[in-house]
């Protein structure tokens, strides 16, 4: 496992970072039930105003399963970042082993109208069965 679960990367200027929480209370290993929180702070590090128009998730869990998730913005919004500007917000994951990774993109929009897909680098979801281990 890395010594690190969390994610930092930037793409044309925006920064995403990530910090996945394993939630003990809402699992039940048991069951293979395992779920994760995970933070994301959005800082438009660029000199121009961007909007966040969608995402794209691959979630991947420790026997190599993957599923891909798409849609519209992030948790019911589209934020639009403006130089230096943030948008933080927190989702969940539930996956069926005890540990597993996500990464993907958001495609994003400057305002010359120009898309790109800001990068969201791999983060690992790591359960406290995992870590005793």
Known sequence: MPLSTNSDTVTEGIRVQVFPDYIPEQSNPELNRFTFSYRVIITNQSETKVKLLSRHWLIINSEGDQES???????????????????????FCPINTGWGTMEGSYTMIKENSEKFEAEIGRFYLVSDEVLAE
Not at 69 to 74: H, I, M
Not at 84 to 89: G, H, L, N, Q, V
């Open 69 to 91: 998730v798409n849609g519209p913005g992030v948790v019911g919004y589209t934020p639009e970042l403006g130089p230096r500007e943030s948008f933080e917000y927190t989702s």
